[in-house]
């Protein structure tokens, strides 16, 4: 069976682009094809266009997304524990970071669940804050651009 795919928006510098985030793969990837977006809003309504022509809808492309992440987060998790760096102050620098990220991540989750279990005023601030959550971890974790063919 093939892995499921969604478009999610993510910051890039002080723009936003559209990433593909494949489902339990870390990511998400860069899809350098649709452009960079002036905001973060144009991006998104861009992803969810692209996810409705999938026929995805909004909580299966966050659990797509979330996966995707979390995948990510096991990978860091992994180079946190295999780590060769020259000094004590880079391993203890780079286990901050990766600790940060794996929090950020966790809480976004914690909003995501807490979301639908909310009345209807609550859920977009509950969304809204695991946005933010997943937005700060994106930021320490470098996005890879995909290569196109020539």
């Not at 795919?5 to 002080?14: E, K, L, N, P």
């Not at 649709?34 to 909004?58: H, I, R, S, V, Y």
């Not at 809204?128 to 651009?145: C, G, I, T, Y």
Request: hydrophobic share 45%; with cysteine; glycine share 4%.
């Amino acid at each position: 069976m093939e892995a499921r795919f969604a478009f999610t928006a993510q910051y890039w510098g002080h723009g936003a682009v559209v990433c593909r985030a494949v489902e339990n793969s870390p990511g998400p990837v860069v899809e350098a094809e649709f452009g960079e977006f002036k905001t973060w809003t144009q991006a998104n309504d861009f992803a969810a266009k692209l996810n409705e022509g999938l026929d995805l809808d909004p909580v299966e492309v966050r659990r797509i997304a979330t996966s995707s992440l979390l995948a990510t987060a096991c990978v860091l998790q992994e180079a946190l524990k295999a780590q060769c760096f020259r000094s004590d102050v880079e391993i203890a620098s780079r286990a901050a970071q990766l600790r940060f990220v794996l929090a950020e991540i966790s809480l976004a989750l914690n909003f995501c669940r807490s979301a639908s279990l909310l009345s209807s005023p609550a859920v977009s601030r509950a969304l809204l804050n695991a946005q933010k959550a997943l937005d700060h971890a994106a930021r320490m974790v470098p996005l890879q651009r995909t290569v196109q063919p020539s």
